[in-house]
């Protein structure tokens, strides 16, 4: 089945610093790799996510990067903002099933 | 619209005893997931429905069980509670296979 391991699992970053977080996933067969964000007790959100026809998406200051070949993805947010401060999850599907494995998730910081 | 609702907010559970969860979309979405959230280990997928009329194991299966009632709503239960499950229990749907939108959770407390 689908492994995805998620890097850093905390970071600390100043206000209008970039942040990047790191996932690799072992199925060959996954084609889908959303990003979710999660504040303090709500529910996970959608920000981002990229299919494998394409190795880069970006949406005004987050952006994903995708590599096939050594199976790992990236988020990439710029100029960040106390605001951004949350859990950020990845997820790939276990092959072309509708089964999504999340990573363990980030703890992002983002200090004033 | 409503989107994914989740019912109850919170519920304390004594060992052994059993209740269901419930979840409901008003969005027409044919996949619909549940999950549990324990504190540094993520969203661990407890059941899927692909579509009205299946259901499926996911990652952490052992003591839920499901029922699909129709297109909108999706059930977990639990036949006899345990401390190890004690967690945040979130639903979600999906149109298929692509973004999966979460309801509110339920916090479920075992003692």
């Known amino acids: 089945g689908e492994n995805v391991e998620q890097h850093p699992s905390t970071l600390s970053v100043q206000e209008g610093d970039s942040a990047v977080i790191k996932c690799t996933y072992s199925?060959?067969?996954?084609?889908?790799f959303p990003w979710y964000k999660q504040e303090l007790g709500k529910r996970p959100q959608l920000i981002i996510d990229?299919?494998?026809?394409?190795g880069e998406k970006k949406d005004q200051r987050i952006a994903v990067t995708l590599n096939k070949t050594a199976k790992h993805f990236s988020l990439h947010i710029t100029e960040t903002q106390p605001e951004d401060s949350a859990v950020y999850f990845c997820a790939a599907p276990e092959g072309s099933s509708y089964k999504l494995i999340f990573g363990s998730g980030t703890r992002l910081l983002v200090r004033p | 619209n409503a989107g994914v609702t989740q019912t109850p907010k919170f519920q304390v559970l004594k060992t052994g005893q059993s209740m269901t969860l419930q979840c409901a979309q008003d969005m027409n979405h044919n996949s619909m997931y549940w999950y549990r959230q324990d504190p540094g280990m993520g969203l661990r997928l407890i059941y899927y429905?692909?579509?009205?009329?299946?259901?499926d194991k996911g990652e952490v299966p052992n003591g839920y069980n499901v029922s699909r009632l129709n297109k909108r709503e999706f059930s977990l239960r639990l036949e006899s509670a345990a401390p190890s499950q004690t967690s945040v229990y979130f639903c979600?749907?999906?149109?298929?296979?692509?973004?999966?939108?979460f309801g509110p959770g339920t916090r479920l407390t075992v003692l």
């Open positions: 990229i299919r494998s026809n394409v």
């Open positions: 199925d060959s067969a996954s084609n889908y």
């Open positions: 979600a749907s999906s149109p298929g296979g692509n973004e999966q939108f």
């Open positions: 429905s692909a579509s009205e009329g299946t259901t």
